[in-house]
Nanobody, 117 residues
Framework: VQLVESGGGLVKPGGSLRLSCTAS????????MSWHRQAPGKERELVAL????????RYVDSVKGRFTISRDNAKRTVYLEMNSLKAEDAAVYFC???????????WGQGTQVTVSS
């Protein structure tokens, strides 16, 4: 099982990035996917979540209207489009797959997002 994130980097405030997370080793379409982030000295927090099927996309309040999560089951990939980035968005972003209520949980290794002028 692997979740491989990509797309992180250095961006100026107000800029945009698109993160990708490509999965292998499990039935991607059955899993709920989410993005989490962890800044230095802070706890990891849920940023956005997309169910395996149907509606129910969720965002943390601080990114609503700026970030969009989406998935392409054919490509086994989940995306996080991040616009109007702020300094406080800087963190390591992790991809997570889980199959509630009792299925497995998988994490990616993380990708660094730095927001600085």
């Amino acid at each position: 099982v692997q979740l491989v994130e990509s797309g992180g980097g250095l961006v100026k405030p107000g800029g945009s990035l698109r993160l990708s997370c490509t999965a292998s080793g499990f039935t991607f379409s059955r899993y709920r996917m989410s993005w989490h982030r962890q800044a230095p000295g802070k706890e990891r927090e849920l940023v956005a979540l997309i169910p395996a099927t149907g509606p129910g996309t969720r965002y943390v309040d601080s990114v609503k209207g700026r970030f969009t999560i989406s998935r392409d089951n054919a490509k086994r990939t989940v995306y996080l489009e991040m616009n109007s980035l702020k300094a406080e968005d800087a963190a390591v972003y992790f991809c997570k797959a889980d199959e509630p209520p009792f299925g497995a949980t998988y994490w990616g290794q993380g990708t660094q997002v730095t927001v600085s002028s």
